[in-house]
């Protein structure tokens, strides 16, 4: 047994130089890999996360600077829209009105230079139509009278039957909280009378 002992002794001993043999040269080549790779698998430094966040910063500045710049360009030109539009109408009204008074004093010029007889034509021929526009209107504001009203009754009429039908739901439901009360308050008295 002793022999066989010294020969394991041996055999381990060279297996072992041989181990570390391989070992040495496994360590080396991984050392080797692991340098070349080890910029690869580093995690960032602070100075480079610190570097990111202020270009992040930096560039969410810029985006709301030139948001805020968009935005009030947007609303100078929408004003300068605006008051060229405002400009624009109250131009073409002094013009209208303009155009107006000329033709006006033109038409008055003319009738007042002619005899009386087309004046008073004019005028009773004025007045009937004054009277048919003022009958027209009448009749198409009580026609919408007329509709009106109808809608307003039969709103109220729907309104009355919905009212009933929610009072005897409300009805029910009283009666229902009611008779759970009654019923709550004899199985008290019945509780009460049996301990009595």
């Not at 009106?148 to 039908?165: I, S």
Request: hydrophobic residues 30%.
């Amino acid at each position: 047994m002793a022999t066989t002992a010294s020969t394991t002794t041996k055999r381990s001993g060279a297996t072992t130089s041989r181990s570390n043999a391989r070992k040495s040269t496994t360590t080396r080549n991984a050392s080797r890999s692991t340098a070349s790779r080890s910029t690869a698998r580093k995690s960032p430094t602070t100075t480079t996360g610190r570097r990111t966040r202020t270009t992040a910063q930096n560039k969410t500045r810029d985006a709301a600077k030139a948001n805020a710049t968009a935005a009030k360009t947007t609303a100078k030109q929408g004003r300068n829209v605006a008051e060229r539009a405002g400009l624009v109408y109250v131009g073409a009204v002094l013009e209208a009105r303009d155009r107006v008074t000329t033709v006006a004093t033109d038409v008055v010029e003319t009738l007042t230079t002619r005899r009386g007889v087309t004046l008073r034509r004019l005028e009773r021929r004025g007045q009937t139509e004054t009277r048919k526009a003022r009958t027209r209107a009448q009749r198409l504001i009580r026609r919408g009278e007329r509709r009106l009203d109808r809608e307003v009754n039969a709103v109220e009429r729907e309104t009355a039957r919905r009212n009933n039908v929610v009072t005897k739901q409300v009805a029910t439901v009283a009666g229902r909280v009611e008779e759970t009360v009654q019923a709550g308050v004899a199985a008290g008295e019945r509780v009460i009378k049996n301990l009595a």
